[in-house]
């Protein structure tokens, strides 16, 4: 049974990087979208971005170009950059596994197995 | 972006009532739709995608319906381990947005 391991440091301050991986086990590389998810204390959950087993990446525009993920095929892992943080970005992360769905040329996909997720909090 | 909206917020109830959680979308999503339950502390666990189709180990009790811009979760009779808060997701064009959640209490 696939199972998502997350790391990376919880606290931060303003302007620094954020920096967390997730390390995939049980379960295959290839043929997914590997997400980042993050929720805000009492708020609903933020899809930031993917990143398929070949590197390709879509991310949120809200982020503008702070964000980047990242993927090492050999370690089985991906990983999350948000550079320049806020307290607006104090938050719990999650990385998540998304199966796709092909229909007429596109792919779509839910997350069905999630990290047990990483609080991040910046301050100064 | 597609703004997903979920009715109510807060919805309190009893052991072995019926409920149903509404989650609408801005534009159509086609059946582009996921249900997530997520208690304190917790990942969220997925619970429906496709709009209707029943995740592996997920009890019966739940079900989903809709397509285009409203959806419905339905507990058929609600036991004490459903009492979480409810996420809807459209997964139809980026950035997959998520609803604002419903609470489902005690009562």
């Known amino acids: 049974q696939v199972q998502l391991q997350q790391g990376g440091a919880g606290l931060l301050k303003p302007s620094e990087t954020l920096s967390l991986t997730c390390a995939i086990y049980g379960g295959s590389f290839s043929g997914y979208f590997w997400t980042w998810i993050r929720q805000p204390p009492g708020k609903g959950p933020e899809w930031l971005g993917e990143i398929t087993h070949s590197g390709r990446t879509k991310y949120n525009p809200s982020l503008k170009s702070r964000v980047t993920i990242s993927i090492d095929t050999s370690t089985n892992q991906f990983s999350l950059k948000l550079s320049s943080v806020t307290a607006a970005d104090t938050a719990v992360y999650y990385c998540a596994r998304g199966p796709p769905t092909s229909s007429y040329g596109s792919y779509y996909y839910y997350m069905d197995v999630w990290g047990k997720g990483t609080t991040v909090t910046v301050s100064s | 972006d597609i703004q997903m909206t979920q009715s109510p917020s807060t919805l309190s109830a009893s052991v072995g009532d019926r409920v149903t959680i509404t989650c609408r979308a801005i534009?159509?999503?086609?059946?582009?739709l996921a249900w997530y339950q997520q208690k304190p502390g917790k990942a969220p666990k997925l619970l429906i995608y496709?709009?209707?189709s029943l995740e592996n180990g997920v009890p019966s009790r739940f079900s989903g319906s809709g397509s285009g811009t409203e959806f419905t979760l339905t507990i058929s009779s609600l036991q004490p381990d459903d009492f979480a808060t409810y996420y809807c997701q459209q997964y139809n064009s980026y950035p997959y947005t998520f609803g604002q959640g419903t609470k489902l209490e005690i009562k």
């Open positions: 496709k709009a209707s």
């Open positions: 534009q159509s999503i086609s059946s582009w």
